[in-house]
């Protein structure tokens, strides 16, 4: 039962929380559109988060939080994000602190940068698995507009018009810094970079093949498509078959720490006498280290790379 309603004052804090975060948002947008309508935008007649997030960025810490979350694909404030994952530690904390025993809520307090470090990473997989389903659509658009006779500067500025997010965007940043001065090779090396991907250097190495010394760029082009249309069929044939054995690696951590409430609530007080002596400290670092262990081996089995 204390377990519950920790649960459900957590969940009334983070709701609370994400509702101030989405009223300063709209407050922000009124004032910067007022701002921009009258032509005066000061610093100091902004909200005092959107001041404390402009401060912010200029850390080192929010400088790599910014990027980090720019390659992710997510608009917004460096300095909310971190805030959210301070909270998410610090409640994650106190529920196991409260729940199991003091040992478990310093634990708890790492929480709030894995489970950041975890969405980032999540959200750039994501965007990048969006990117190379867009992937064979691109080359088509590609081949087509140089087929028109078109460059391929002006086919990636076509491209970018035409796809949504987030080969639309990427194309369009492309085109943009090729437009700015940057060289084809440059500017595409650098869509590379943040789109690390087999599929995604292939296409970019023909484009960079081609324009350095020409040949058939359509017929490449289209020849890239089919394969990677096959390509795509593959991967999801694949993530379908070892999606069993992906939950069941999450499984495995669930179970771990499901047991230790299941314990505590059998029996209260005894996951904190077992952290105070010598005996049940060893069995719970043993024991955490075969359920992380095996979550690391069913980790391993599920990574494909096609």
């Known amino acids: 039962m204390v377990l519950i309603v920790l649960l459900c004052a957590v969940g009334a804090s983070v709701c609370a929380l994400l509702g101030i975060v989405h009223l300063t948002s709209v407050t922000t947008e009124r004032r910067r559109i007022a701002a921009a309508v009258t032509g005066d935008e000061r610093l100091e007649d902004q909200p005092l988060l959107e001041r404390a997030n402009r401060r912010f960025r200029r850390t080192r810490l929010g400088q790599l939080v910014e990027r980090e979350l720019v390659l992710a694909g997510i608009d917004q404030r460096p300095l909310v994000v971190v805030l959210i994952a301070v909270a998410v530690?610090?409640?994650t904390a106190y529920i196991l602190w409260t729940a199991l025993a003091p040992v478990f809520g310093i634990l708890g307090l790492s929480a709030g940068a894995f489970a950041l470090r975890t969405f980032i990473r999540r959200a750039k997989a994501r965007r990048l698995e969006a990117f190379i389903?867009?992937?064979?659509?691109?080359a088509r658009v590609l081949a087509n507009a140089t087929s028109a006779g078109l460059s391929i500067t002006?086919?990636?500025a076509i491209a970018g018009e035409e796809l949504s997010a987030p080969a639309g965007p990427e194309l369009r940043n492309v085109a943009s810094s090729i437009r700015f001065g940057t060289d084809l090779v440059t500017a595409l090396d650098g869509m590379g970079k943040r789109l690390p991907s087999r599929e995604v250097a292939v296409l970019l190495s023909t484009l960079v093949v081609c324009a350095r010394s020409g040949g058939s760029l359509v017929t490449s082009l289209r020849d890239i498509a089919t394969t990677l249309e096959s390509r795509k069929e593959t991967r999801r044939e694949i993530r379908t078959t070892l999606a069993q054995a992906l939950?069941?690696?999450y499984l495995v951590i669930a179970l771990g720490v499901g047991m230790l409430f299941l314990l505590n609530g059998l029996?209260?007080?005894s996951v904190e006498k077992m952290t105070g002596h010598i005996v049940g400290q060893i069995a719970l670092i043993v024991s955490g280290s075969l359920f992380a262990l095996g979550f690391y081996l069913i980790r391993r089995m599920t990574r494909f790379d096609i």
Not at 133 to 138: F, I, K, S
């Open 89 to 91: 530690g610090i409640s």
């Open 133 to 138: 389903v867009q992937m064979p659509e691109l």
């Open 154 to 156: 002006s086919a990636l």
């Open 247 to 249: 939950a069941t690696g």
């Open 267 to 269: 029996q209260p007080g």
